[in-house]
């Protein structure tokens, strides 16, 4: 047995937090030796540094699949010790053309690379603007981003691996103009794990392909794993596991996806209570 989840509607509550029956959840896993992933859309310094301490985990897939993490065996919680074991990075020169199509809409502009994620200042200072009014959203966007004072193509010209765009907006039609445009352009995959989102990842990144590849990487059946998720960013993982598990707060297009749909939601313990009800 191996576990995936996704973070956000998924393993943490709306409010972004982890329960003390997730806590223990993960205390069992543990003492069982089964491994778990946290599969997000975060970058790598976007998870939460207790879960990343956890003895249960070892492993971190992260910017939709577009990197997989081995956390250091002496640091586990630091970031910037982990090694990149699996890597789809976006294509620089595409990377260019998308901040080309965002920059004639009022949309933001975050540049994921080399396990964290970056946004020029003046967006970061509004972020509040795009996030459908929850507070919580905000809070973790600003938590999980640096802002830069340099130009964003500078910034895609200097780190080292890029590993996912993504786009918050606030006008419907800039989310359709921006997918029109994006939908001429090869070599990308597209998703969003927000309503008021565009994620843009390069070809073949997504959480499905990196947990295929991390279990092959372990020796672990893909019949023996298991996946939950909430958003459209999550579908390929609950294809991919043999028992994919859609939350109860999840979009139509995952519950369709998955092979069965949590008892509970992520405010009442879905994933904890459906893994613990499986090793009973």
């Known amino acids: 047995m191996i576990v995936f989840s996704d ?102 502009f975050d540049i994921f690379a ?44 200097k780190v080292e691996t890029l590993e996912r765009i993504a786009m918050y907006w606030h006008d419907p039609a800039d989310r359709d103009a921006i997918a029109a445009a994006l939908s001429t352009l090869p070599g990308i995959e597209i998703t969003r794990s927000y309503s008021m989102n565009i994620e843009v990842m390069g070809e073949g990144a997504t959480k499905g392909t990196a947990l295929t590849w991390l279990c092959e990487h372990l020796g672990e059946p893909l019949a023996d794993a298991w996946a939950f998720g909430d958003n459209i960013n999550d579908i390929p993982m609950l294809q991919a596991a043999g028992h994919g598990m859609a939350m109860l707060n999840a979009e139509p297009e995952d519950r369709e996806a998955a092979d069965a749909v949590t008892e509970y939601d992520n405010d009442h313990d879905g994933v904890a209570r459906t893994i613990m009800a499986a090793l009973a």
Not at 39 to 53: K, W, Y
Not at 115 to 130: K, M, V, W
Request: charge should be negative; aromatic fraction near 6%; glycine fraction near 6%.
């Open 114 to 157: 080399d396990g964290q994620c970056f946004l020029p200042r003046a967006l970061y200072e509004r972020l509040d603007e795009f996030c459908g009014g929850d507070p919580h959203i905000a809070a973790s966007l600003r938590r999980t981003r640096t802002p830069i004072d340099i130009d964003a193509d500078a910034q895609i010209d």
């Open 7 to 108: 973070m956000d509607g998924t393993l943490l509550t709306s409010d972004k937090q982890m329960s003390d029956a997730t806590w223990a959840m993960l205390d069992e896993l543990a003492r069982r030796g089964i491994e778990f992933v946290p599969c997000t859309g975060r970058p790598l310094s976007g998870v939460f540094e207790p879960i990343l301490a956890h003895p249960a985990v070892h492993y971190a897939v992260c910017a939709n699949g577009a990197s997989v993490w081995q956390l250091d065996g002496d640091a586990p919680a630091c970031a910037s010790r982990a090694t990149c074991i699996l890597s789809h990075p976006l294509d620089r020169d595409l990377a260019h053309r998308i901040h080309r199509i965002s920059a004639d809409h009022d949309v933001t």
